[in-house]
């Protein structure tokens, strides 16, 4: 028998034939993340039903000397979670219970599969919610979340998942299992937990995840306004933040992306002549927040919207917040294949860089659309393209590579939220000098010594990895 | 403490060279601020020099318009705080040794937060930093954005190694709007209960709300003047201030923290607190303890137990040794002599 045929016996033993997944077509699915322009086909998907089952998986491999990636749903936007051509996906998405929910403590401990909104809808029953809040949230995992550091609309006030995760219980490429962090306290040690989040899954894999639970606010007040330009939008957001007033979101959307939105499933009543349109949210407690609502309604006027107007119910509210959440999946009707960028300048700069994603989009004629989360400067322009044009895919991955060194330029870095992955490995070195993706190496190595971890991913390991990847789309 | 013993380099060059005089020496060497949490974090280390950042101490620039500034790691919070007064921001965090320590102590030890229900430990307001480590190489952690995933979070690595694996140099740290009407009041005990788990909770959420001592009324401020609230007597706000500088007096210098769950906030409320907590930080669920460690009376196996965090931590992670190595290779970690005198 030969060794693969060994290790994929040992597998199928693990977790049973069901979920060990070797024939193409299963495996399809599995080729890239939501970041189509990476694919890579995996020897196999072992999909693991429990701690026990995954410890022992990470081991097998770990000893067999098997490169792998552990996934969640897959729904990342940087090519984080493609595994190396051979490899083997670690699909953690039946790893979906829900172990404690503590409201009186205000914590929760999860499997890395559970579903973001599955989890804030258990915490509703309570009082409680789990703050970040990325678009994806009815379908992305918490354990996805943990490895890039998700955010979404609402981190502006409340932060990214790094400061909601209290602690990981995790097994390291080597088959230890560890628990990093604490439920009660800030860690006075080392804070392995930090170094975690964010790691794109390459320090270790999460089996369970302590998580902070903060209450829902007495209430909340949704409002928009409409601008004849981007720029208009983005100075008022300026104006908001400067007046010393912190609402929880603001998020901006172009006339491309609110004509998405009004044209699809997601339609809330958009203005479809307006420029660009901006989206605030301000929560606390009930006489508070009107006061802090009319004040930003005073910061908006000085910048001439179109139109202003609050949400009347929490229907319109959520029909807002709806159509927000869901323009990157209604930009999809604009053409075949979509590049979702991500990358920040700080907030002064974005007037700028919103200029120059402009001035990229007029020379190299291929739509874009934006919508972004003004108050962390943190931009997402959407390429609409077709891959099966090669021409068109170069143009846009260099229109991207543009974008992200014009936000290094001002100041700003690679990514917000959608982390590294392969889409940005080599930029990376434009953003850090050699001698710290040189101590970003060693250090992965005392967690991931022999590199079988997501191999790749996240630092410029060598030269060119994203280049043992297909491009565009494109299958061997 | 031997005096003599501390360098207090002006610039990262003369860091870099006491680094490698201490080398030389065959010393041991380890990065401090002004030392006010040194008798907490390190109760036992000796090194044969330390490396003060309190030197290194201007504010390199305030980027209002951002909400971040940059700062030298030497520099005091109090002088941090007076400098953002005119562009009414402040730094998200509530804690002892605002006119004493240095924010790079405050931030590597890591210190305790009263506002940590609101913007999380102090740690978090660290957008990135920029470090020497044990050879001397420089390193620049994170952003100046408030948000970036790029690369690894050395900075919280690097602030959680209370200065074993890098001197801090400088920090990058996020800002916050001051409250714009900070209103203060008194709470007994019955009123305590209700704005820690009642409606009053969600009519108007405290910004502090701390205790001085177990029988004395709770103080509370709001980030505004609340709506009328029935038995909430409000006082001047000169009171709140100097309770609060109090509170932060007994909490820097108590020689322990614990850190509570629930139930022992319960039953705090039901018999009052043990004499032995001079302060209490309802919000975050900490308390400042007469003793390091956990009251003689309490059982360590027993049930009550597992509902308390003692700090400070004094066993080290079983990783530090290997993250040194990565951070230095082939150079003596900070707090050991080099193995060979003349050093690497």
Redesign the interface.
Known sequence: MSRKKRWLRRLREIVGKEYLLTDPASLLAYESDALTLFRSQPAAVVLPASEAECIAVVRLLAAEKIPFTARGAGTGLSGGAVVEPGGVVLALSRMQKILTLDPQQGFAVVEPGVVNDDLNREAARWGLRYAPDPSSQTVCTLGGNLGENAGGPHCFKHGMTSQHVLFAKVVTATGKVETWGDAHSVPEDLDLRGFLVGSEGSVAVALQIGLRLIPKPQAIVTLFAAFDSIAGACAAVQSIVAQGLMPVALEVMDQRAIRAVEASVYRCGLPTDAGAILLVDVEGPENQIQEEAEAVEVALQKHRPMKTERAQSPEQRRALWKGRKGAGGAMGRLGPDSYVMDGVVPRSKLVQIMAYVEQVEQETDIPVANLFHAGDGNIHPHFSYDSRDRSQADKVEAAGAKILRKCLELGGSLSGEHGIGLEKEALLQEQFEPQELALMERLRRVFNPEDLLNRGRGLPLGSGCAEAFHRHGGRP | MNPTKVLQPQTAAQARQSLQHCREQGWSVLPRGNGSRLQR?FPSAAPDRWLSSTSMNRILRI??????CEVEAGCSPATLSAALEPY??ELGTCSPGAETGTLGGLFM??D?SML?HLW??P??QVLGGRWM?ADG?????G????????????T??F????GRLAFCLNLILRL???P?NPTWARLDREQLSSWLWGEH?????PRLLFSLSPHEQAWVQW??E??PLLGVRIVDPEEGRSALARALETLGQAPGRA????SIRTSWLQSGPDESWPMIDWLS??AACTAPGPPSSLDPSSDQASHW?F???T???P??P??AE??A?GFPPFGQRPETEGGS
């Open positions: 974090h980027q209002a318009e951002d909400q971040i009414d921001l030890a890591p305790h940590h999380g430990p740690r978090d480590m190489c420089e390193i620049q952690s952003s100046q954005v408030v948000k970036s995933v790029a690369g690894y979070d050395l919280r690595l602030l959680g190694s209370r916050r709007p001051v714009r909770r969600h009519l108007a959420p980030e505004a609340p709506a850190s509570f769950d629930q669920s900490t965090k700090s400070p931590v066993q080290d992670s990783w530090l290997a993250l990565a951070c290779p």
